[in-house]
């Protein structure tokens, strides 16, 4: 009597046939296999975005010292604001005996478009035709950690994947050589979302983001230890891959092909991350033009190796300066992180520009929420705010030279052209060629997506 031969353990054990035949036919012309999760995919539309540079400034700037000039607000300096305008409002830590602060700064209008600017932006104003500035942003937290969450990946929990995940699984990473989402972290500490904020959450972890250093080295253990050579590494690196391979067959788990990935990236990365992040090779007039330093971990370096990654074909580039956190001593710290953030944001946009490579980068600038109207910490400070805040955007699809949204006399609300953070998403997604409604992955039963089932395209920010 014959036992009967399964089709599986066919396919699985007879490699020098119909497997290993089976297997050549997965490889794709460019070198990818065809079930290798970071291969380059076609989004639902054509794209007016192919790559991101995010500028997140963590913490949350002052919309009333920067964006959002409130006359109103410095007639109602040291006064009480209205009773009704508090009814039902909630606040991280001021009481609601704080009186108004009025703005510290003057503004004054630039640019063609005539958009209205902090003295503390000299650089951004040069910028302002490029910049659409959007005046009406609004936020569900209050507090650090869940607003960060919120911005990044569309919830205040922890868990979900972030903006750039997102992207990257929807669109796949151009690079062999790089991660196709890479994160700096420029302030005096990380974001207080911490890795959540550029995680994968429940996508596989392939589309984690991954975090380099500034200095003069960007990524960890880039170098071989002392008595390995390359060749003993390669030889390494495929007999683990080899069993890796084995074990996916056998049980398809995406986290091996994540892993079968990372050591394959990492040992391409060895060669390509050290001349990529080497700005000593840039010239003189453009390491002036962002104020960068080789050698240094700035805000303005990363700004500047942001722009030479995508060059080499990063998808996501994500920059955190943790630093904007003035509860107290507001007007010196302000001046402090301008000054450390204003020239190098400009000079990306600029260089971008004179590349030919802004018309299809999409460059994002903002934080968590805004700030409070009401003094705190004194006579020098403001308090977490989600009302009402400020952003600005530009490149890929982002029709500049324009501000939009308007919040009321004294910054407190949002009152006209209001952008949630899901219409945010949905608009971002939507210039990189995806209906954020059907850009979703299923998990614990139901389909997810970064809008979770809000959000609404801004058209008025669209070319």
């Known amino acids: 009597m014959h036992t009967p031969l399964a089709r599986r353990w066919f396919l699985q054990q007879c490699g020098v046939g119909l497997g290993a035949a089976a297997f050549s036919a997965m490889l794709t ?3 990818y296999a065809a079930d290798d999760p970071l291969a380059p995919k076609s989004p639902h539309f054509a794209p007016k975005a192919k790559r991101v540079i995010y500028l997140f400034q963590a913490g949350a ?6 964006f959002d000039y409130k006359p109103e607000l410095a007639k109602q300096d040291g006064k009480l604001p209205p009773a009704k305008l508090l009814d039902g409002y909630r606040a991280a830590f001021i009481n609601p005996n704080s009186k108004c602060l009025g703005p510290k700064f003057k503004f004054a209008k630039h640019g063609q478009s005539g958009a209205e600017l902090s ?3 000299p650089h951004t104003a040069k910028i302002v035709d490029d910049i659409a500035i959007v005046r009406s942003m609004v936020t569900d937290a209050f507090n650090h950690a869940p607003a ?25 990473q151009e690079s062999k050589d790089l991660p196709g989402f890479v994160v700096f972290s420029t302030g005096s500490k990380g974001p207080s979302g ?7 959450g429940f996508l596989p972890t392939v589309y984690n983001g991954v975090q380099f250093r500034g200095g003069t080295e960007p990524v960890l253990f880039l170098n071989n230890p002392n008595g390995i050579d390359a060749a003993s590494q390669k030889d390494a690196l495929d007999g683990i891959n080899k069993l890796n391979k084995l074990r996916l067959d056998s049980v398809g788990d995406p986290e091996i092909a994540t892993r079968i990935n990372s050591y394959e990236m990492a040992y391409r990365m060895q060669h390509a991350a050290p001349e990529v992040m080497d700005i000593s090779k840039e010239d003189k007039k453009t390491l002036d033009l962002y104020g960068a330093e080789p050698g240094k971990n700035t805000y303005a370096n990363a700004c500047l190796l942001s722009r030479r990654l995508i060059e ?40 971008l520009k004179q590349r030919g490579l802004l018309d299809d980068t999409l460059v994002i600038w903002g934080g968590e929420f805004g700030r409070t109207p009401m003094v705190q910490g004194g006579s020098d400070g403001r308090d977490h705010h989600p009302n009402a805040f400020s952003y600005w955007l530009a490149g890929g699809g982002i029709k500049g030279g324009q501000t939009i949204g308007t919040t009321d006399d004294l910054g407190f609300n949002a009152v006209e052209d209001k952008v949630h953070v899901h219409d945010l998403h949905a608009t971002l997604l939507h210039l990189l060629g995806f209906d954020h409604t059907k850009l979703t992955f299923k998990f614990q039963g139901r389909p997810f997506r970064l809008t979770d089932v809000h959000g609404n395209v801004m058209k008025k920010l669209l070319v």
Request: net charge negative.
């Open 29 to 31: 012309h460019d070198g």
């Open 61 to 66: 700037p002052s919309h009333l010292e920067l």
């Open 119 to 121: 003295e503390l932006l």
């Open 148 to 172: 960060q969450c919120m911005m990044n990946t569309g919830a205040m929990q922890f868990g979900r994947p972030s903006f750039g995940s997102w992207g990257l699984y929807g669109l796949g």
């Open 194 to 200: 911490g890795n959540a904020c550029w995680g994968s």
């Open 312 to 351: 080499k074909g990063v998808r996501f580039v994500q920059i955190y300066h943790e630093a904007w956190d003035q509860h107290g001593n507001l007007v010196n710290d302000l001046k402090k992180n301008c000054k450390n953030t204003d020239q190098a944001s400009a000079a990306l946009v600029t260089d």
